[in-house]
């Protein structure tokens, strides 16, 4: 029992002697790097910022060495660090606003060389998404609200090039924010806004919320700009979408004719006809007894009634 006790107390004793507070670096520690970097000697500059990491410095330090050494790997071309770095700077409290603007427009230089394929993996692979990633962001970082603007826009474009319109629909929701509302995005933001609603639904399979979303964002759009370049577009995709709800409902009162249901049946006809609004005030009129869909659906209701 005593020597176990010894034991114990020895153990702890080591323990607690092996404990060493760490103690984060402040700019003092940076002095020699500054002054290499002044010097532009971004060499020695690296050189002596590699051993440490953002996190080894205290907050009001962690800005100074993110910039340094990102700026000193991208004249030394060390592209992954230089990105690495100037991200990290973008969101670190005390970042200068004239220092990130320049940050940013190295990332978005770097952005666009992937995507372009001018900077390639292991010197053979094109890498765009690399690219994307960047723009996504500086789509939420960056200062410069012209070079946000661009980001935004070429994500959007990109997932919408690439039919995934569901992540696409976020971007150009952004750049109708009145933030960018001096950079003319908001005719073809609104568009592809639009656009986008209309392309996610489902044929055969969309809900009638769904159909009357996407419907309500092409007449918004056309309200906004009524005389917009998309306006020929946009007028043809409202139309779309008034046939398909009226489609929805004829293919219901089909049904319903099917099982023997006359009330249901009656009441669909008149739907997909525009009779009927289902008691909201905000369909009333939506199906013009001109569609397509409507005459037939009044044929068929006009047939089943006698």
Not at 5 to 18: H, V
Not at 43 to 64: M, P, Q, V, W, Y
Not at 106 to 127: C, H, M, P, R
Not at 161 to 185: D, H, I, K, T
């Amino acid at each position: 029992m005593k020597f176990s006790l010894i034991t114990l107390c020895l153990i702890a004793s080591l323990t607690s002697s092996c404990t060493v507070a760490y103690l984060q670096l402040n700019s003092a520690q940076l002095e020699s790097a500054t002054e290499a970097y002044a010097a532009q000697d971004y060499e020695l500059c690296r050189d002596l910022l590699s051993d440490f990491d953002t996190d080894d410095f205290i907050i009001g330090a962690k800005h100074e060495y993110a910039l340094m050494r990102g700026m000193s790997a991208h004249y030394l071309g060390h592209t992954i660090e230089s990105i690495n770095q100037l991200s990290d700077y973008l969101v670190l409290p005390g970042a200068a606003p004239a220092q990130m603007r320049v940050a940013e427009k190295i990332l978005l230089d770097y952005a666009n060389q992937y995507i372009d394929g001018e900077i390639k993996t292991f010197l053979v692979f094109s890498t765009p998404s690399n690219g994307y990633r960047i723009l996504e962001d500086l789509a939420i970082l960056a200062s410069d609200v012209e070079l946000q603007a661009h980001a935004i826009a070429r994500v959007a474009e990109d997932y919408f090039s690439n039919r995934r319109y569901e992540l696409a629909v976020p971007y150009y929701s952004m750049l109708l924010n009145p933030r960018f509302q001096s950079l003319g995005w908001e005719d073809r933001a609104s568009y592809r806004f639009a656009e986008c609603r209309y392309m996610m639904l489902i044929p055969e399979k969309s809900d009638e919320q769904s159909i009357l979303f996407a419907l309500k964002s092409a007449q918004s759009y056309l309200a906004a700009f009524p005389a917009g370049a998309n306006r020929v577009d946009m007028l043809a995709i409202a139309d779309d979408c008034v046939t398909k709800i009226a489609q929805l409902h004829l293919t219901i009162a089909e049904y319903y004719v099917t099982i023997d249901n006359q009330p249901g049946a009656e009441h669909h006809f008149k739907l997909a006809s525009g009779q009927e609004s289902q008691g909201d005030t905000s369909k009333a009129g939506l199906i013009p007894s001109s569609n397509p869909v409507a005459q037939i659906a009044m044929q068929r209701l006009a047939e089943y009634a006698e």
